[in-house]
């Protein structure tokens, strides 16, 4: 059954990271790289950075990376990780997008991994991305395609059993985007109970403005 309230990130932001999640940020971002051309004149919102996986991926390759989240907890995560790491281009923003906080600036690349299955009004953040995406930019989000309900075990605050490819990419024309494709990013194998293990296609889709 899909969710209808939030899930408490802060309360998991500690143990949050194990070697599956570092494997599907690595993937994810080998996607992006292969997808965009990514340069040093490039800033980058990582739209639900957490606790700074992909984040940490994009910030060698790439000007500066502004990681958006509304979990504190997952924020202070990645604020100790720059500070151990003594690094300087990496930007991380508390921001509620259910609650409305605005984002400031605008970005060459719009960065996003496993987030949009929790947030109940997707048409709504393609609205937002769109208005913070600079004319020219590309936007790049990762998710699973549509399954049954079974890859979390706790399906508290996940909206959407993953989506079908087709409906997010006219979903995203009819925003505004343009140049719209689709790729497979990665595939994550998951014990299920009662089924053994499965493999839960993650994909790419990748559109401009």
């Given at each position: ?78 604020e100790e990780k720059i500070s151990t790491q ?18 400031a600036g605008q970005f060459h690349l719009i ?37 049954d309900g079974s890859f979390h075990p706790d ?55």
């Amino acid at each position: 059954m899909k969710s209808t309230e939030r899930r408490d990130f802060d309360i998991k932001a500690k143990q949050w990271e194990d070697s599956s999640k570092a494997k599907l940020a690595s993937d994810v971002v080998d996607a992006i790289s292969r997808e965009v051309k990514l340069s040093k004149d490039m800033d980058v919102m990582d739209f639900g950075c957490g606790t700074g996986l992909v984040t940490l991926r994009l910030q060698p390759l790439v000007r500066s990376v502004t990681g958006v989240d509304s979990s504190r907890g997952m924020l202070a995560v990645l604020e100790e990780k720059i500070s151990t790491q003594g690094l300087n281009n990496i930007h991380p923003t508390f921001i509620d997008f259910e609650k409305g906080d605005p984002i400031a600036g605008q970005f060459h690349l719009i960065a996003c991994s496993m987030t949009l299955h929790h947030i109940p009004d997707v048409a709504a953040l393609f609205r937002l991305w769109f208005e913070k995406l600079l004319p020219g930019g590309r936007l790049c989000f990762a998710d699973l395609d549509a399954e049954d309900g079974s890859f979390h075990p706790d399906n508290t605050g996940v909206f959407h059993f993953g989506f079908d490819r087709a409906q997010l990419k006219k979903l995203l024309y009819d925003t505004g985007f343009t140049e719209v494709r689709d790729t497979t990013a990665t595939v994550l194998p998951r014990p299920v109970k009662g089924k053994g293990i499965c493999d839960f296609p993650v994909f790419l889709i990748v559109a401009g403005k």
